[in-house]
């Protein structure tokens, strides 16, 4: 039983390590290119929605992925990185939902991945391998 837990925190930990590091690359990208919040406030404004809510994605790209990485409030990072991905993938990927790539896979495997990934951890929560196990 003993080693049994060791493995699922460990799993835990590495899909949690996974999600937010690889996440945290977009972070970085919209911190030293700040152009792009425009090009979702007017996405964002296209729906009648207020063009503030691109600073959002500071708070799935940035602030989400580091509560994952410390092990702090991890469902609820996690559950950011899903809302995240659904407004990614509703103001910029619709056209691709249903969509083949070149190689034949899906068109929004990255984004399906940190969608669900997000989710995952939301559901299942840290493991005791955090600073605040959940």
């Not at 495997?109 to 669900?116: A, D, H, P, T, V």
Request: proline letters at 3%; hydrophobic letters at 50%.
């Amino acid at each position: 039983m003993y080693s049994n837990q060791i493995r699922y925190d460990t799993g835990k930990l590495l899909l949690r390590l996974t999600v937010a590091v690889f996440m945290l690359f977009h972070g970085y990208a919209k911190i030293v290119n700040p152009g792009g919040l425009d090009w979702i406030g007017g996405a964002l404004s296209a729906y009648s929605l207020p063009a503030v809510l691109s600073y959002g994605v500071y708070v799935g790209e940035i602030l989400a992925p580091l509560m994952l990485i410390v092990g702090l409030y991890c469902r609820v990072g996690g559950g950011l990185i899903f809302v995240n991905m659904l407004f990614a993938i509703f103001l910029a990927h619709q056209s691709e939902l249903f969509t083949v790539s070149g190689s034949g896979g899906w068109a929004l495997e990255l984004q399906g991945f940190y969608l669900m990934g997000g989710l995952v951890v939301a559901l299942i929560g840290s493991g005791k391998i955090a600073v605040r196990p959940d």
